[in-house]
C-alpha cells in the first residue's frame, strides 16, 4: 500500500521558516518525479516544486524561487521542502506528490490518475 505521510507544517510570522517533510512507504521515490503542491482556499491546487526523475534537476514556481528548496533523502525514501522568506500569500494546504510517468507536464499531475498524494499539511503565514 503506497502511503506519502507529510508532516511539518504549521503556523509562523512573514519572514519566518518551515522545513516540510513527506515520508514515502510502498513506492520508492527515487524512481519518480516528485514534487509539492500547495492549494489556498477558493484557490486550484498550483505545483510549487519537483524533481525530475530523469536527472534529478530542480524546478520551482516562480513564486517561490529563491525562497524554497526541494530535497530528498533516497536511504529515509523521504522528500523536503525548505521555506523560507515565508509571505501570508504562502499560505495553504501543501501536498507532496509522486508521479509514475516521469514525463508528464508537472501542471497535468493534478487530474492525474497516476499521481499518488499525500494528505496535505497547512501552512499558515501571518503576524
Known amino acids: 500500500q503506497v502511503q506519502l505521510v507529510e508532516s511539518g507544517g504549521g503556523a509562523v510570522q512573514p519572514g519566518g521558516s518551515l522545513r516540510l517533510s513527506c515520508a514515502a512507504s510502498?513506492?520508492?521515490?527515487?524512481?519518480?518525479?516528485i514534487g509539492w503542491f500547495r492549494q489556498a482556499p477558493g484557490k486550484e491546487r498550483e505545483w510549487v516544486s519537483y524533481?525530475?526523475?530523469?536527472?534529478?534537476?530542480?524546478y520551482y514556481a516562480d513564486s517561490v524561487k529563491g525562497r524554497f528548496t526541494i530535497s530528498k533523502d533516497n536511504d529515509k525514501n523521504t522528500m523536503y521542502l525548505q521555506m523560507s522568506g515565508l509571505k501570508p500569500e504562502d499560505t495553504a494546504v501543501y501536498y507532496c506528490?509522486?508521479?509514475?510517468?516521469?514525463?508528464?507536464?508537472?501542471?497535468?499531475?493534478?487530474?492525474?490518475?497516476?499521481?499518488?498524494w499525500g494528505q496535505g499539511t497547512q501552512v499558515t503565514v501571518s503576524s
Open positions: 506528490a509522486a508521479q509514475q510517468h516521469g514525463g508528464l507536464l508537472i501542471k497535468l499531475w493534478v487530474r492525474s490518475p497516476t499521481t499518488w
Open positions: 510502498g513506492l520508492t521515490l527515487d524512481l519518480y518525479a
Open positions: 524533481i525530475s526523475s530523469k536527472d534529478d534537476s530542480t
